[in-house]
Protein backbone atom coordinates (compact mmCIF):
# COMPACT_ATOMS: atom_id res chain seq x y z
CA UNK A 1 0.00 0.00 0.00
CA UNK A 2 1.29 3.40 -0.87
CA UNK A 3 0.27 5.34 2.01
CA UNK A 4 -1.75 8.17 2.53
CA UNK A 5 -1.26 10.31 -0.39
CA UNK A 6 -1.58 14.20 -0.50
CA UNK A 7 -0.81 17.08 -3.17
CA UNK A 8 0.55 18.98 -3.28
CA UNK A 9 3.88 18.66 -1.51
CA UNK A 10 4.17 22.16 -1.75
CA UNK A 11 2.28 25.52 -2.36
CA UNK A 12 3.31 29.20 -2.76
CA UNK A 13 0.39 31.55 -3.72
CA UNK A 14 -0.82 34.81 -3.54
CA UNK A 15 -2.82 36.35 -0.78
CA UNK A 16 -6.32 36.30 -2.23
CA UNK A 17 -6.15 32.99 -4.38
CA UNK A 18 -8.08 30.26 -4.07
CA UNK A 19 -5.88 26.82 -2.89
CA UNK A 20 -7.01 23.31 -3.05
CA UNK A 21 -5.37 20.45 -0.96
CA UNK A 22 -5.96 16.95 -2.15
CA UNK A 23 -5.74 13.44 -0.28
CA UNK A 24 -6.41 10.10 -1.40
CA UNK A 25 -6.61 7.76 2.21
CA UNK A 26 -5.29 4.19 2.33
CA UNK A 27 -7.25 1.99 0.74
CA UNK A 28 -10.40 0.32 3.11
CA UNK A 29 -9.81 2.57 6.10
CA UNK A 30 -13.35 4.76 6.41
CA UNK A 31 -12.01 7.57 8.73
CA UNK A 32 -10.12 10.84 7.37
CA UNK A 33 -8.77 13.91 9.13
CA UNK A 34 -7.48 16.95 8.28
CA UNK A 35 -4.76 18.41 10.22
CA UNK A 36 -2.80 21.93 10.19
CA UNK A 37 0.58 22.35 11.99
CA UNK A 38 2.36 25.58 12.76
CA UNK A 39 5.22 26.38 14.90
CA UNK A 40 3.15 28.34 17.55
CA UNK A 41 0.11 26.01 17.84
CA UNK A 42 1.26 22.48 16.90
CA UNK A 43 -0.92 19.74 15.42
CA UNK A 44 -4.86 20.86 15.33
CA UNK A 45 -7.59 19.10 14.09
CA UNK A 46 -9.43 20.83 11.28
CA UNK A 47 -12.27 18.55 10.60
CA UNK A 48 -12.97 14.66 9.96
CA UNK A 49 -15.11 12.45 8.04
CA UNK A 50 -16.32 8.91 8.70
CA UNK A 51 -17.74 7.10 5.94
CA UNK A 52 -17.46 9.88 3.60
CA UNK A 53 -19.58 12.29 6.10
CA UNK A 54 -18.37 15.03 7.81
CA UNK A 55 -18.49 14.20 11.35
CA UNK A 56 -16.93 17.50 13.03
CA UNK A 57 -15.89 20.26 11.85
CA UNK A 58 -15.87 22.73 14.82
CA UNK A 59 -11.76 22.77 13.95
CA UNK A 60 -12.18 24.49 10.69
CA UNK A 61 -11.08 28.34 11.05
CA UNK A 62 -13.39 29.63 9.43
CA UNK A 63 -15.98 29.87 6.32
CA UNK A 64 -12.89 30.58 4.16
CA UNK A 65 -12.00 27.06 4.30
CA UNK A 66 -14.18 24.32 3.38
CA UNK A 67 -13.53 20.03 2.90
CA UNK A 68 -14.84 17.51 1.03
CA UNK A 69 -14.90 14.12 0.66
CA UNK A 70 -17.23 12.85 -2.60
CA UNK A 71 -16.35 9.25 -2.39
CA UNK A 72 -14.15 6.91 -0.16
CA UNK A 73 -10.77 7.68 -1.97
CA UNK A 74 -10.42 11.47 -2.35
CA UNK A 75 -10.70 14.27 -0.07
CA UNK A 76 -10.20 18.23 -1.06
CA UNK A 77 -9.28 20.95 1.99
CA UNK A 78 -10.04 24.27 -0.04
CA UNK A 79 -9.15 27.85 1.30
CA UNK A 80 -11.08 30.70 -0.49
CA UNK A 81 -9.76 33.15 -0.03
CA UNK A 82 -6.10 32.87 1.57
CA UNK A 83 -4.48 34.56 3.59
CA UNK A 84 -0.56 34.99 4.64
CA UNK A 85 -1.83 33.49 8.30
CA UNK A 86 -2.67 30.33 6.68
CA UNK A 87 0.79 29.62 5.86
CA UNK A 88 1.27 25.95 7.68
CA UNK A 89 1.82 22.55 6.72
CA UNK A 90 -1.43 20.43 6.47
CA UNK A 91 -1.80 16.90 6.70
CA UNK A 92 -4.23 14.24 6.10
CA UNK A 93 -4.74 11.25 7.76
CA UNK A 94 -6.91 8.15 7.44
CA UNK A 95 -8.12 5.22 10.11
CA UNK A 96 -10.54 2.18 10.07
CA UNK A 97 -12.67 1.97 12.83
CA UNK A 98 -12.78 -1.18 15.20
CA UNK A 99 -16.23 -2.77 15.55
CA UNK A 100 -18.11 -0.86 17.98
CA UNK A 101 -16.76 2.77 17.12
CA UNK A 102 -13.33 2.30 18.87
CA UNK A 103 -10.39 4.61 17.56
CA UNK A 104 -7.84 3.04 15.91
CA UNK A 105 -4.76 4.60 14.89
CA UNK A 106 -4.29 7.28 12.20
CA UNK A 107 -2.02 6.88 9.07
CA UNK A 108 -0.56 10.28 7.96
CA UNK A 109 0.36 11.66 4.39
CA UNK A 110 3.61 13.25 4.27
CA UNK A 111 1.69 16.86 4.12
CA UNK A 112 1.10 20.44 1.75
CA UNK A 113 3.72 22.88 3.20
CA UNK A 114 1.21 25.97 1.87
CA UNK A 115 3.18 29.53 1.66
CA UNK A 116 0.77 32.34 0.97
CA UNK A 117 2.47 35.42 0.04
CA UNK B 1 -5.16 23.00 24.94
CA UNK B 2 -2.58 26.01 23.22
CA UNK B 3 0.63 24.51 21.69
CA UNK B 4 4.17 25.58 23.49
CA UNK B 5 4.90 27.24 20.37
CA UNK B 6 8.30 27.88 18.90
CA UNK B 7 10.51 26.53 21.63
CA UNK B 8 10.02 22.79 22.14
CA UNK B 9 11.53 20.72 25.46
CA UNK B 10 14.59 18.78 23.52
CA UNK B 11 15.58 15.34 25.81
CA UNK B 12 19.34 15.09 24.69
CA UNK B 13 20.47 11.55 25.14
CA UNK B 14 23.51 9.22 23.99
CA UNK B 15 23.42 6.64 21.56
CA UNK B 16 22.67 3.31 23.43
CA UNK B 17 21.28 4.83 26.42
CA UNK B 18 18.18 4.33 27.17
CA UNK B 19 15.44 7.28 26.81
CA UNK B 20 12.16 8.21 28.73
CA UNK B 21 9.62 10.97 27.32
CA UNK B 22 7.03 12.78 29.06
CA UNK B 23 3.29 13.46 28.66
CA UNK B 24 0.52 14.96 30.28
CA UNK B 25 -2.73 14.38 28.97
CA UNK B 26 -5.70 16.78 29.77
CA UNK B 27 -8.77 14.62 30.09
CA UNK B 28 -9.41 12.03 32.83
CA UNK B 29 -11.89 10.19 30.54
CA UNK B 30 -9.68 10.07 27.76
CA UNK B 31 -9.92 6.41 27.29
CA UNK B 32 -7.30 6.35 23.93
CA UNK B 33 -4.04 7.43 23.78
CA UNK B 34 -1.11 7.13 21.26
CA UNK B 35 2.65 8.22 20.86
CA UNK B 36 3.76 9.59 17.32
CA UNK B 37 7.47 10.50 15.96
CA UNK B 38 7.92 13.02 13.49
CA UNK B 39 10.60 13.48 11.82
CA UNK B 40 11.95 16.65 9.88
CA UNK B 41 9.54 17.14 6.30
CA UNK B 42 7.14 13.94 7.23
CA UNK B 43 4.34 13.33 8.85
CA UNK B 44 3.73 12.25 12.08
CA UNK B 45 4.63 8.42 12.45
CA UNK B 46 2.86 6.04 14.49
CA UNK B 47 4.82 4.25 17.31
CA UNK B 48 2.35 2.76 19.86
CA UNK B 49 -0.95 3.04 21.42
CA UNK B 50 -2.07 2.06 24.35
CA UNK B 51 -6.25 2.47 25.83
CA UNK B 52 -7.19 2.98 29.14
CA UNK B 53 -7.90 -0.69 30.66
CA UNK B 54 -3.79 -0.41 30.32
CA UNK B 55 -1.36 0.68 32.47
CA UNK B 56 1.71 -0.26 30.28
CA UNK B 57 2.37 -1.93 26.79
CA UNK B 58 5.72 -2.91 25.16
CA UNK B 59 6.52 -3.15 21.50
CA UNK B 60 9.97 -3.12 20.13
CA UNK B 61 12.20 -1.35 21.79
CA UNK B 62 9.28 1.06 23.14
CA UNK B 63 7.51 1.18 25.76
CA UNK B 64 4.44 2.56 27.00
CA UNK B 65 3.55 3.85 30.39
CA UNK B 66 -0.25 5.02 31.37
CA UNK B 67 -0.50 6.17 34.64
CA UNK B 68 -4.06 7.21 35.34
CA UNK B 69 -4.21 8.68 38.42
CA UNK B 70 -1.73 11.83 37.77
CA UNK B 71 -2.81 12.10 33.95
CA UNK B 72 0.88 11.08 32.84
CA UNK B 73 2.38 9.14 29.50
CA UNK B 74 5.24 8.52 29.52
CA UNK B 75 7.48 7.12 25.93
CA UNK B 76 10.36 4.72 26.78
CA UNK B 77 13.15 4.08 24.27
CA UNK B 78 15.45 1.19 24.60
CA UNK B 79 18.96 1.26 22.90
CA UNK B 80 18.39 4.66 21.72
CA UNK B 81 19.64 5.50 17.74
CA UNK B 82 20.82 8.13 15.77
CA UNK B 83 17.82 7.13 13.92
CA UNK B 84 15.09 7.86 16.72
CA UNK B 85 15.98 11.85 16.48
CA UNK B 86 12.49 13.48 15.84
CA UNK B 87 9.68 15.58 17.38
CA UNK B 88 7.85 12.61 19.63
CA UNK B 89 4.00 13.42 20.04
CA UNK B 90 1.51 12.12 22.46
CA UNK B 91 -2.16 12.20 21.41
CA UNK B 92 -5.54 11.47 23.32
CA UNK B 93 -8.92 11.02 22.45
CA UNK B 94 -10.14 13.36 24.53
CA UNK B 95 -13.74 13.73 23.64
CA UNK B 96 -14.41 10.05 23.49
CA UNK B 97 -17.97 11.31 21.60
CA UNK B 98 -16.28 12.88 19.04
CA UNK B 99 -13.83 9.96 18.06
CA UNK B 100 -10.98 12.64 17.10
CA UNK B 101 -7.24 12.94 18.91
CA UNK B 102 -6.32 15.77 20.77
CA UNK B 103 -2.26 16.30 19.99
CA UNK B 104 0.10 17.77 22.85
CA UNK B 105 2.96 20.13 21.88
CA UNK B 106 5.59 17.89 21.30
CA UNK B 107 9.00 16.61 22.72
CA UNK B 108 12.33 16.90 20.21
CA UNK B 109 15.40 13.78 20.95
CA UNK B 110 18.42 14.52 19.86
CA UNK B 111 20.50 11.37 19.67
CA UNK B 112 24.29 12.19 20.66
CA UNK B 113 26.74 9.84 18.51
Known amino acids: DAGVIQSPRHEVTEMGQEVTLRCKPI?????LFWYRQTMMRGLELLIYFNNNVPIDDSGMPEDRFSAKMPNASFSTLKIQPSEPRDSAVYFC???????????????FGPGTRLTVT | GESVGLHLPTLSVQEGDNSIINCAYS??????FIWYKQESGKGPQFIIDIRSNMDKRQGQRVTVLLNKTVKHLSLQIAATQPGDSAVYFCAENMDTGRRALTFGSGTRLQVQP
Open chain 1, 93 to 107: ASSSRLAGGLLYEQY
Open chain 2, 27 to 32: NSASDY
Open chain 1, 27 to 31: SGHNS
